[in-house]
């Protein structure tokens, strides 16, 4: 999963770093392997600083002034396919047509494909595994074919149309072309999420585009929208200018987002994460009583901090039980889940995470989390609460168990590397220690967020039940995905790893 941002200023003499700055900051929880932004100045220059490591050690102050530009793009990234090489830092940039910068969010699945088009008939140099690199070449490519010296929206609405027949899988993609302006569009599904907003100024109106609301909400923009499924958006310097260009498919916005990945403050396809996280509180409370019975014995509910607290705190309400913050997080730790390399995330969660003795002695208690993936924070946590003298720990999971690898942007590792494969509930249980593994029902997880947006008919729940909503998943794309997503994969040495040279301005700080 990744982050991405995109800004143009009404006021040209203004500089669009140091929003995008924030932006990022505020959606790095999506991503912690790298960040990037491109700005572009005067007469279509564009300036870069991109690198390995979190927003905070990327950019200073120096780094950000020389970010010269009233728009630019942003992202930040964890590595899904490929490796977590400086190489592969967005946003990536081609000159050929009219300098163009693109960021990306989202996996495709027919990567390989892509990447052969691109090297035999369209004979553009691919340098690095990101399939986010074959998505700029793609449009590139595209714009290249009208042949023109200057491209106007309807070039860039059939390049982008025809993006989307040639790329399958989730994507959400913001974009510059040099001296123009700002490019977004979201897959024909709508699997990554991607809103839309506009702030007004003296000079006119600033407008932005990001994974989440929250940006938008905190920078001040108003008329938040989402970008729709198959839509694109162009902003030059003087208009701004929607169209659907896919309305064929069914829409199926990734469910995992509100499990997990999106902040509770965020909305996302008219959904608020917050009140669909109370909704699966309450279908959970409804599991625990199912799997324990009525008079169970838990003495209290601790939720793994932060993303499960909403959920288990309604839990706690419904079920008339005692809400105790039990773990204490050091907030200067990053998000396990999407650390590269498993011994990493192992050491992480003890850093990360302490437990309070007082909360577990000698009690009986639901530790309640977000999702159980690889189970090594789950194991861990279960053991500090015996360390920490619970008698008993029951953990409740406010998703189904993960059986399947996603192949639209979420890092989940191999399907042998997940707890859930081939395991049931007593079985995980087992895997992690615990005396009872209690799991949301998916169709209670749908409900929860169908229920604040009735007209959603489908989301995209492939990690639980295997069914992959958009393009051709195979059973030999997913033996590459095994062998591309592995951690061994993702740590080893890279072929590439001195920063790009492409004729930007590069401010490039070590990791």
Known sequence: MCGISALILSNTKELACSDLFESLGMLQHRGQDAAGIVTCGAKGRLYQCKGNGLVRDIFDEDHLRNLVGCMGVGHVRYPTAGSSAHAEAQPFYVNSPYGLVLAHNGNLVNAAELRHFLDHDAHRHINTDSDSELLVNILANNLQTTGKFRVNEEDIFNSIKDLFKQCQGGYACVGMIAGFGLIAFRDPN????????????????????????????????TDVTDVLPGEAIIISKRSVSRRRLVDDQIFSPCVFEYVYFARPDSIIDGISVYKSRLEMGESLADQVTRALGPDHDIDVVIP??????????????????????????NRYIGRTFIMPGQELRRKSVRRKLNAMALEFVNKNVLLVDDS??????????????????????????????IRYPNVYGIDMPTSRELVG????????????????????????????CRKLRPDIQQFDTSVFDGLYVAGDVTPDYLMQLETMRNDTAKNGPSIESAPETIGLHNSFRPK
Do not use: W
């Not at 100024?201 to 609301?213: H, K, L, Q, T, V």
């Not at 189970?375 to 609460?385: H, K, L, N, P, Y």
């Open 190 to 221: 709508g699997i990554r999420p991607l809103v839309f907003g506009r702030r007004k100024r003296e000079s006119g109106y600033d407008y932005m585009f990001a994974s989440e609301s929250v940006v938008l909400d905190s920078l001040e923009f």
């Open 372 to 401: 159980i993936v690889r189970g090594t924070t789950s194991r861990e946590i279960v053991q500090m609460a015996r360390d920490a003298g619970a008698k008993k720990v029951y953990f409740a999971s406010c998703a189904p168990p």
């Open 304 to 329: 793994v901090p932060d993303t499960s607290r909403v959920s288990a705190l309604q839990l706690s309400y419904k079920l008339n039980l005692l809400f105790r913050e039990g773990f204490i997080k």
């Open 421 to 448: 494969h081939q395991r049931n509930e007593d079985e995980i249980a087992l895997a992690i220690g615990a005396d009872k593994v209690i799991f949301q029902d998916l169709d209670d997880l749908v409900q929860a």
